[in-house]
RNA sequence: UGGGGCGUCGCCAAGCGGUAAGGCGCGGGCCUUUGGAGCCCGUAUUCGAAGGUUCGAAUCCUUCCGCCCCAGCCA
């Protein structure tokens, strides 16, 4: 519950703007003490990390509340809509952490009600059919500074009104040849509320109605009368619906339903380096830039799942980026911080080199194969240990050698001792290049009385190189992301796509793993020390392992290596 | 003089008349068999601006400035 105070701190966590609304609405019993909250996704397209926001918030407020929070297919237009997004949002929502129990629904579900209040609008003389083309219904409604005209078929009787709806309905009429509108006030400055469309004739088969309707609903009516139909309590959406409030409480009011839910707006999600538009990801898509709406490093919910992100990480991302109606851009490291975070804690470690280079210890027996132990999860003892191989040759991160190091550079040098984790300390006596200057091996001695990585003298060394034994390893197929675009802001920009990262994605073939990784399945998770979090993707076979990188570790040398670059 | 919103640290975000929470980022230190993780410290004398009210203002009043949304038979 919230307003408690903090376990650790003591602190009293404050409540957003609509946590405060709901408490206090609660303390005054407005809705009888009940919660009720809702997701409402038009079922046109994937889920991605501003519906996240969304999804968080109702169902969170509900959980805080000891409320109920539906999930609602707002499914009026099926010109756009399809049954595979009605599965993918599930999957979604269900893949995110949340449980709508029975509370399953579908504005379709309501065609016939949502007729009937229709009916009772023109009875009550508050809506009339109307035969303006959709141009003159254009010109008619003037501009953002000038009032709009009444159409000359406004004032049509009561019985004339519910005749032609009735034949609407029946399918008497073409296409876009007559609406039904609201009668409200065409020179009103809420442009919303000049006369809004609320039935269009559209002959389409629906993906659950079929062709039982040729009449669909327009949003602001479906939406309020959805809402009052399940009693919702607080009607969440973001803030471009503010100016549909005032259309929403009058369709409540002059349909006189009892429930008349609360609308309340937030602002909506950006992230930095990200696009959210529908309409952008679509480009994206079709353009060939990404291979899909699961593309690992698409924004979308089925995109993250690939990529690797723990659900539980975009909740806590969604906890900490708060709520608030003024315009944000939150920086994708918060997203990324929430994810190490949580795969810091829960991510077995294994060793893989991206890019091998070859390290022979000569004075380590030929034939000999050690198991060294290894610790699977500094960050939880009951990971347990593991065994892996340690022989004679074996392979070292090519970013880990530096022939000539440059300053702050701690890793493997001619001359050089490091640490093998959890194995020996080893010295670089000679490099070995081939005829183009190109380093191809390097020759190491190791100190056999500092096995598992620790020497009896106490001496010290500066770094722990992560390694594998070339006999045994296992080769992988390794993707590197990173993001999808180089500006702060590509969505701004209606060529955001020039924004493009040129190397999004770069794919590595020659990666060796430890052989304990030949256990993992598509989806799991793991850590390649000092190199970030991995999963398997689902396009692994039995004799090839792909990985998906989900995020780097920190790299302080990275960051040291880039300023030096950049002061000279 | 169209309507509706919003302006608090580089990015989010608390604050609701009693003297600027927190997170990310960034900088420094400690620690470390991941240059990971963890721990510690630092990071807005000031809240878009200017006036006013008050013992006291980010919070109240006035004016001004800036930004966002709205003219689908989309949601």
């Known amino acids: 519950m919230p307003g408690t105070p903090d376990k650790d701190t003591g602190s009293i966590p404050p409540l957003d703007f609509i946590r405060t609304i709901v408490a206090t609405d609660l303390v005054n019993q407005k809705h009888d003490g009940r919660v009720a909250t809702r997701f409402p996704p038009e079922p046109n397209g994937y889920l991605h990390i501003g519906h996240a926001k969304s999804i968080c918030l109702n169902f969170g407020v509900a959980a805080d509340y000891r409320g109920t929070c539906n999930v609602r297919f707002d499914d009026t237009n099926p010109a756009k809509e399809d049954v595979e997004y009605v599965n993918a949002i599930q999957n979604d929502i269900r893949w995110l952490g949340f449980d709508w129990g029975k509370h399953l629904h579908y504005a379709s579900d309501y065609f016939e009600r949502l007729y009937g209040y229709a009916v009772r609008l023109i009875e009550r003389g508050k809506a009339y059919v109307d035969d303006l083309s959709a141009e003159q219904i254009r010109e008619y409604r003037g501009t953002l500074i000038a009032p709009g005209r009444e159409s000359s078929y406004r004032d049509r009787s009561v019985e004339e009104n519910l005749d032609l709806f009735a034949r609407m309905r029946a399918g008497e009429f073409p296409d876009g040849s007559k609406v039904l509108r609201a009668k409200i006030d065409m020179t009103s400055g809420n442009m919303n509320m000049r006369d809004p469309t609320l039935y269009r004739i559209r002959r389409a088969t629906h993906h659950r109605t079929g062709n039982q309707w040729c009449v669909y609903p327009m949003y602001d009516f479906t939406h309020a009368l959805s809402d009052s139909i399940e009693q919702i309590t607080h009607s969440l959406c973001t803030l471009e619906f503010e100016d549909h409030r005032p259309l929403y409480d009058w ?72 709520m608030a109606k003024r315009k944000n851009v939150v920086d994708v490291a918060v997203l990324e911080h929430a994810v190490r975070e949580e795969l810091n804690q829960t991510s077995p470690r294994v060793m893989a080199v991206l890019r091998p280079l070859k390290v022979v210890i000569q004075n380590y027996p030929e034939e000999k194969i050690e198991e060294v132990d290894l610790v699977n999860n500094p960050e939880n003892p009951d990971a347990g240990t593991r065994k892996v191989p340690f022989s004679r040759v074996l392979y070292l991160e090519r970013d880990d050698f ?3 190091p440059p300053k702050k550079f701690f890793r493997l040098a001619p001359g050089r001792e490091v640490r093998l984790r959890g194995a020996y300390f080893i010295t670089c006596v000679d490099v070995v290049k081939d005829g183009q200057g190109e380093i191809v091996e390097l020759r190491c001695t190791y100190d056999p009385t500092t096995r598992g990585g620790s020497s009896p003298d106490g001496r010290r060394v500066k770094a722990t190189l992560h390694w594998v034994s070339v006999e045994q390893a296992l080769t992988a197929q390794v993707r590197l992301y990173d993001r999808l675009f180089v500006d702060e802001h590509p969505g701004e920009n209606r060529n955001f796509l020039e924004a493009i990262n040129p190397s999004s994605l770069e794919v590595i073939n020659t990666c060796r793993v430890e052989p304990s990784v030949a256990s993992m399945a598509p989806g799991d998770r793991c850590q390649f020390e000092r190199l970030g979090y991995f999963c398997v993707d689902p396009d692994s076979s039995d004799g090839q392992l792909v990985f998906n990188r989900t995020v780097s570790l920190r790299d302080v040398w990275a960051k040291i290596a880039r300023t030096m670059k950049a002061s000279g």
């Not at 593309?295 to 980026?321: E, S, Y």
Request: aromatic share 6%; glycine share 6%; hydrophobic share 35%.
């Open 251 to 322: 369709v409540l009011t002059e349909t006189e339903v009892t429930c008349h839910p609360q609308q309340i707006e937030f602002a909506r999600l950006n992230l930095s380096y990200t696009v959210l538009s529908k309409r952008q990801l679509l480009v994206l898509i079709e353009k060939g830039l990404v291979f899909g709406w699961d593309d690992p490093r698409m924004p979308t919910l089925v995109g993250m799942r690939r990529r690797g992100l723990p659900p539980k990480a975009i909740r806590t991302f969604c906890d900490r980026i708060g």
């Open 402 to 404: 530096s022939e000539d």
